[in-house]
C-alpha cells in the first residue's frame, strides 16, 4: 500500500522542478513511510511513498520497465499478479522482481490499456509512456483505492493518492465548487467525480484515462468495467447454498498473501465475522483480530465479536473507546481534506490505530450490505415500491405529498421508518424516493438551511442528479437491486470506502476488502433479492450460508452500526463547539447559509425538540473544513 504523485506538462517539455514535487509527496508520507522516491523525464515526474508488503526490498518506485519504454507509480494490491507473472514470462517478458508492481508495467507493454481487463485487486496507477508520450491512469472497479487529479492553468496536471497532494502545488486554486455543497449536505460526502474544488477531480471507480503530449486539455476519463447488471440472471437457491462460500473464501484466500503480519477486524457484525471465519479455516496459526468497544452498551458490539474470537481461538485485542472520545474533530477534517461527515470515522480510526499495533495488513467485511441487501433502509425502499406500484404518481403526489408536510417528524426512530420522510417519499418516483430517504437533510431542510443567494446560484441544479446518473442505467431492475447498485456507486465508495482509506493509511495500515472482490460481485449481484431480503431479514442468502461457521446471535440479532453518541456529545461536552463553530463568523458569513437556521438547529437539539445530531455534526466537519482551508 502506496501513495502516488506526479506531474505531466501536456506540452512543455521543461524539467519538472525537483523541490515542487517532493513537497507533494511528502503531504503523503503516512501513506507510505519505508520509502520514497522519484522519477523525472522532460515534461514529467513521478513519485512514490512505499510501505512495503509484498517482495519487502525487490520492488521499489517509480519503476522501470526492462527495456525503459515505461515507468509505473502504484498504490495497492494486484492479487493474481503470479498467475499473470507466470503468463507474461510465457510471452517473453523478463521480471527482476518478485512482486506485483513489474507485473502491472509488462500487463501494459503487452495489452495495452486493455491490461486493466486483466488486474485483480484495489490499485490506483500512472504509466508513462515514453515511446508514445502518453500518460495512462487507472482506477479500480470498486474504488477501494484513491486517485484525485486537476489541470492547471499552466498546462501541468497533477494527481495523487490524497487531495492534500495537488493541493501542496502553488497554483492550484482552491475555489470551492458550487454543487457540491448541496450534495455534502445530502449526503455527508462528496461523490464521485467531483471534489469540493471547482478544479479538481476523483477519477471514477472503473475508469482509466489517458493524456498525451500536445492535448490541449482534459480528456474524459473512460469506464472500463461496471457492475454487470445488464446481464443479469437469477441463480437458483441450490446455486446460492452450493457457491456463496466457497467463491468468498477464494476471494479471502487472495488477500491473505503477505510478507507482513496479517490480521482482520472483528466487529461482531456478520460480515468481519464472516471474513474471520474463513482466514481461520484457510490457516493453521490463530487469526490476528481487533475491535474496538465503546463504555456505553448501546453502542458496544465486543460481546459478539468475543463469540467469533472464542469459536476460532483467534489472537483477539480489544480496546475500549470512551464516550468523550470527540478530540478526532480537528483532526478528521485533515485527514479528509475535504467535507467528510461520517462520525464512524472515529471508531474507525481507533480500530485501525490498534490494528496497527500487531499488524500491517488488515482484511475487513466492507460492502456486505450494499451486496447483499443488509440495510434496513433495503426494506423499507421495497415496500414503499410496493405502495407505488398500486398507485400511479398523479394519485400518489396529491395525497401523501401534503402528509409529508404536516405529519409531525419522529425523530425517536431510524431516519428510514420516520413518518414524515415515509410521506414523502411515496409522492416521488422509485430513485427521488430512495434519494429522499438516504438524504442527511431533505430537499425541504436544505431549503431552509441554505440562503436564497446560495440557492439562487445553483441554478435548479440539486443532488438528486447523482442518483438520476445511476438510477437510470438500471431502471429496469426491482428497486432492491436499484437501490444496491446506487449505492455501491455512491454510498460505498464515497462514504464506506473513503473512511477506510483514509483512516487506515493515516496509521500506514493496508486494509484489503474481499466481499467486493469484483468476481465475487459479478457473481453475488446476481443472487436474487428475494433470497436476499426473506421473511424481513436482510442479508439472509449470505447469514443462511453462514449457519455452519458463525454463532446464531451474531448472524441474527439486530444490526447496530459503527456508531457514536452524537446526541448526548452535543447537548453535552461538544455544546460550546456548537456556538463557537457552526454560528462563527466563518460560517454565518460564507453565503451558504441562513443564520437563523443554524440558530434553529441548535436550539431545537438543545431543548430535545428534536435530535439533529446528524445535520449538525455535518455543519460541524464543515466549518472544520472552512476554518483548515481558510476557504
Keep these: 500500500m502506496c501513495g502516488i504523485a506526479g506531474i505531466f506538462h501536456l506540452s512543455d517539455q521543461t524539467q519538472i522542478d525537483a523541490d515542487l514535487i517532493a513537497q507533494m509527496n511528502d503531504r503523503q508520507i503516512h501513506r507510505g513511510p519505508d ?5 523525472f523525464d522532460p515534461g514529467v515526474a513521478l513519485a512514490h511513498r512505499r510501505l512495503s508488503i509484498i517482495d519487502l526490498e525487490g520492488s521499489p518506485q517509480p519503476m522501470l520497465s526492462a527495456d525503459k519504454r515505461a515507468c509505473v507509480v502504484f498504490n495497492g494490491e494486484i492479487y493474481n499478479f503470479k498467475e499473470l507473472h507466470k503468463e507474461l ?18 500487463a501494459y ?4 490499456e486493455e491490461c486493466v481487463h486483466k488486474l485483480r485487486g484495489m490499485f490506483a496507477f500512472a504509466i508513462w509512456d515514453r515511446e508514445k508520450e502518453t500518460l495512462f491512469m487507472a482506477r479500480d472497479r ?9 489541470l492547471l492553468p499552466n498546462g501541468e496536471f497533477i494527481f495523487g493518492s490524497e487531495l492534500k497532494v495537488i493541493m501542496a502545488h502553488p497554483l492550484f486554486d482552491k475555489k470551492l465548487r458550487n454543487t457540491t455543497i448541496e450534495d455534502y449536505f445530502t449526503f455527508g460526502y462528496i461523490p464521485e467525480p467531483h471534489t469540493i474544488f471547482e478544479n479538481a477531480y476523483k477519477l471514477s471507480p472503473g475508469h482509466k484515462l489517458t493524456l498525451r503530449k500536445g492535448d490541449k486539455g482534459l480528456s474524459e476519463p473512460v469506464e472500463y468495467w461496471d457492475v454487470p447488471v445488464n446481464k443479469y440472471q437469477a441463480l437458483s437457491q441450490s446455486e446460492i447454498d452450493e457457491q456463496i462460500i466457497e467463491k468468498l473464501k477464494e476471494a479471502v484466500d487472495i488477500r491473505m498473501v503477505a510478507d ?3 490480521g482482520s477486524f472483528l ?3 456478520v460480515d468481519s465475522s464472516a471474513v474471520v471465519a474463513l482466514m481461520s479455516q ?9 475491535a474496538i468497544g465503546f463504555d456505553v452498551e448501546a453502542f458496544d458490539e465486543t460481546d459478539y465479536a468475543q463469540m467469533v474470537a472464542d469459536r476460532y481461538k483467534t489472537n483477539h485485542r480489544v480496546e475500549t473507546v470512551s464516550q468523550d472520545d470527540f478530540d478526532l474533530v480537528d483532526h478528521l477534517a485533515h485527514l479528509y481534506d475535504e467535507p467528510y461527515a461520517d462520525s464512524s470515522a472515529i471508531p474507525t480510526f481507533r480500530v485501525c490505530e490498534l490494528a496497527r499495533k500487531h499488524v500491517t495488513v488488515a482484511l475487513s467485511g466492507d460492502g456486505g450490505d450494499e451486496l447483499f441487501a443488509g440495510y434496513r433502509r433495503y426494506k423499507m425502499h421495497q415496500a414503499e415500491e410496493k405502495v407505488r406500484s398500486m398507485l400511479p404518481l398523479g394519485l400518489r403526489k396529491p395525497l401523501f405529498g401534503p402528509l409529508g408536510k404536516i405529519y409531525p417528524k419522529m425523530d425517536w426512530a431510524p431516519k428510514f421508518l420516520r413518518a414524515k420522510t415515509t410521506f414523502q417519499s411515496m409522492a416521488m418516483d422509485t430513485v427521488q424516493g430512495y434519494h429522499n430517504s438516504m438524504s442527511i437533510l431533505r430537499a425541504d431542510e436544505r431549503a431552509k438551511l441554505f440562503s436564497n443567494e446560495y440557492q439562487s446560484s445553483l441554478n435548479g441544479y440539486s443532488s438528486l442528479e447523482v442518483f438520476r446518473k445511476y438510477g437510470d442505467k438500471v431502471q429496469h431492475l426491482d428497486p432492491a437491486k436499484i437501490a444496491q447498485y446506487i449505492d455501491m456507486k455512491t454510498y460505498l465508495v464515497g462514504d464506506i470506502l473513503t473512511k477506510v482509506d483514509r483512516a487506515s493509511m493515516a496509521h500506514s495500515l493496508e486494509v484489503r476488502v474481499p466481499i467486493i472482490d469484483h468476481k465475487y460481485v459479478e457473481w453475488a449481484f446476481n443472487v436474487p433479492s428475494s433470497h436476499n431480503i426473506e421473511r424481513g431479514i436482510g442479508k439472509y442468502s449470505l447469514k443462511k450460508a453462514l449457519e455452519p461457521h458463525l454463532p446464531h446471535d451474531v448472524l441474527y440479532r439486530k444490526k447496530m452500526g459503527f456508531a457514536v453518541p452524537l446526541d448526548s456529545w452535543f447537548r453535552g461536552p461538544l455544546k460550546e463547539r456548537l456556538f463557537d463553530g457552526i454560528l462563527s463568523d466563518r460560517m454565518v458569513n460564507s453565503g451558504y447559509f441562513d443564520p437563523k437556521q443554524l440558530r434553529t438547529l441548535i436550539d431545537d437539539h438543545l431543548s430535545m425538540r428534536r435530535d439533529n445530531s446528524a445535520p449538525l455534526w455535518t455543519l460541524m466537519m464543515f466549518e472544520s473544513f472552512l476554518r483548515q482551508n481558510k476557504a
Design 35 to 39: 520509502a520514497g522516491d522519484y522519477f
Design 89 to 106: 514470462s510465457d510471452k517473453g517478458y523478463a521480471f527482476n522482481t518478485h512482486g506485483d508492481t513489474e507485473t502491472i508495467l509488462n
Design 109 to 112: 507493454l503487452e495489452w495495452g
Design 142 to 150: 470498486m474504488g477501494i483505492k484513491p486517485f484525485f487529479y486537476s
Design 260 to 262: 507482513v503480519p496479517l
Design 267 to 269: 466487529s461482531g457484525g
Design 282 to 290: 484457510l490457516q493453521d496459526d490463530p487469526v490476528n483480530t481487533c
